[in-house]
C-alpha cells in the first residue's frame, strides 16, 4: 500500500504531507511522490511496531518502535485512516506466523512488563478492528455472483493470519497480568501470607528513624 499521510514533524512546521510506501513489511516515507529516487526519509519494520490509534481525533494513528522511533500520521480521512491500520495490522501478523514458535519467552522486569501489558492491550484492540474489517472482506466476496475466487483466498489467508496473531497476544497478555498479579499479592497482604507467629513485623516500606537533627540515622541490625 501507498499513499499520502500527514507526519508530525516539530512545533515549528507541525503536520507535513508524506509519501509512505508499505511493502514487504517495512513502512517507509519520502518527502513526496516526485521524490521517491532521490531516498526516502525513514523507516520502521512493522513486526517491530506498535500501532495506535486516537480516542479523540478519528484521523490519527502512531506507529512506534518504544524507546527509538515514532512516526505520528493523520490520514486526510477516517476511512483512509481504516485501510492504513488494515495494512498495518495485516503486515504485522503476517510478520508473526513467521516467527520460530519455539523460542523462549523472555522475562522482564515487573515495571517492563507492565508496559508491555499496556501494549498488548492497545493491539488487542487494534486487531478487534482488524478482525471486524477482515470478516467482513470474507463475506463480500464470498457473496459475489461468481464469488470471486481469488479475493476470497486473499481475504481468507490474511483473516487466518490476524486470528493467529490476535490468539498469542491473548496469551501473552495473560502471562503478562498474572505476572503482575503475582507480584503484588504478597506486598499487598504480607501478614495473611506470613503471620508474626510471636515475632515483630517490620513494614517493608517503613522509613528510616530521624533523628532530632533531622538527619536519617540507619537501624540497628
Known amino acids: 500500500m501507498e499513499g499520502v499521510l500527514w507526519k508530525w514533524t516539530n512545533y515549528w512546521t507541525g503536520w ?9 513489511g517495512i513502512l517507509v ?25 486516537s480516542q479523540t481525533d478519528p484521523f490519527r494513528l502512531d506507529v512506534t518502535v518504544p524507546g527509538e522511533q515514532h512516526f505520528y500520521l493523520r490520514a486526510s480521512t477516517s476511512h483512509e485512516r481504516q485501510q492504513w491500520l488494515v495494512a498495518l495490522g495485516s503486515a ?32 488487542l484492540r487494534l486487531y478487534c478492528d482488524l478482525l471486524m ?31 493467529d496473531t490476535f490468539i498469542s497476544t491473548l496469551e501473552e497478555c495473560l502471562r503478562l497480568a498474572k505476572a503482575e498479579f503475582t507480584y503484588q499479592l504478597p506486598h499487598t497482604h504480607p501478614s495473611v501470607d506470613k503471620p508474626n507467629n510471636g515475632y515483630s513485623y517490620d513494614p517493608p516500606h517503613s522509613p528510616a528513624p530521624v533523628s532530632p ?9
Request: net charge neutral; aromatic share 4%; proline share 5%.
Open 16 to 24: 507535513q504531507p508524506r509519501w509512505f510506501v508499505l511493502d514487504d
Open 29 to 53: 516515507y519520502y518527502k513526496s511522490q516526485e521524490e521517491v529516487n532521490q531516498g526516502c526519509k525513514g523507516s520502521l519494520k512493522i513486526s517491530a511496531c506498535e500501532i495506535s490509534v
Open 92 to 123: 504485522k501478523a503476517c510478520e508473526g506466523m513467521t516467527k520460530d514458535a519455539t523460542i523462549e519467552p523472555v522475562y522482564l522486569p515487573v515495571s517492563e512488563e507492565k508496559n508491555n501489558l499496556k501494549s498488548k492491550r492497545s493491539e
Open 133 to 163: 474489517q477482515q470478516v467482513h472482506s470474507v463475506k463480500h466476496a464470498a457473496t459475489q455472483a461468481p464469488p470471486d475466487i481469488e479475493k476470497l483466498d486473499e481475504s481468507t489467508h490474511l483473516l487466518t493470519a490476524t486470528c
Open 213 to 221: 537533627s533531622g538527619r536519617k540515622t540507619s537501624r540497628s541490625k
